[in-house]
């Protein structure tokens, strides 16, 4: 721990510390609608509030590479990817009351033990730790030697769920419009022909009205 850190203490707050916790209720808040509204589109919406918070977190922590991809990949991919699923699968604009499976509480359960759970990691993992934000901590290189040394597994396995969830919108939004072309296969009645049952047999089929008042005049004029 360095000076800097002995004479700093949470009653003396510095500006970026500020930032960082204001824009930190932002992105809760954001989260929280996400996954609380009932319009989907709107969910998506706030998802892209959320992302971006997160993004500015990662530019207040000196971090630009990550923020940056933040933007790219999450903001600019993941939510165009989960708005073109909303649309091939037929969602509602609206509101939905099929977006509410009813487990709130066990929602709400799992996700407080996850932040408990990852409060404390981080907690014990720098506890005794002062990070100074005066030079730069996620630069490229540091950043692409961890995530292809240590996590490149879960990134692929990230990348193949997503392109697992695409297909699935395709499949289904293919089912949907399979199904509604079967349902409207009848058309229009066929009309009956001569001898069939229900007609007799030496009837004239019957002319519709309209053209019986078109050749109405033009037999006037043969007669004539």
């Known amino acids: 721990m360095t000076l800097a850190a002995a004479s700093h203490g949470f009653l003396t707050p510095s500006g970026v510390e500020i930032a960082f916790l204001l824009v930190g209720l932002v992105t809760l808040g954001a989260a929280v609608v996400t996954v609380t509204t009932r319009q989907l589109v709107h969910a998506a919406l706030w998802l892209v509030v959320a992302l971006g918070g997160t993004a500015v977190e990662y530019l207040l922590l000196t971090a630009e590479f990550i923020a940056w991809v933040q933007v790219l990949i999450y903001v600019g991919s993941v939510v165009v990817l989960l708005l073109f699923g909303l649309m091939l699968t037929k969602a509602p604009i609206g509101r939905s009351p099929d977006a509410d499976s009813g487990n709130r509480w066990a929602a709400v359960a799992v996700a407080a033990a996850s932040a408990a759970a990852l409060v404390w990691v981080v ?4 506890r005794a730790t002062w ?3 005066g030079t730069p901590q996620g630069t490229t290189e540091t950043t692409g030697r961890s995530l292809f040394q240590y996590w490149v597994l879960p990134f692929e396995a990230l990348s193949v769920l997503l ?4 297909v699935g919108a395709i499949v289904l939004s293919r089912k949907g419009t399979d199904t509604a072309a079967g349902s409207d296969g009848g058309g229009t009645a066929p009309v009956p022909a001569p001898g069939a049952a229900g007609t007799p047999a030496g009837a004239a089929p019957t ?3 309209g ?3 078109a050749t109405g005049p033009a037999l006037r004029e043969e007669q004539r």
């Not at 907690?123 to 720098?126: I, R, S």
């Open 163 to 166: 392109l697992a969830a695409l």
């Open 207 to 209: 002319a519709p009205a």
């Open 123 to 126: 907690v014990d993992a720098f």
């Open 131 to 133: 990070i100074e934000l």
């Open 211 to 213: 053209a019986a008042n």
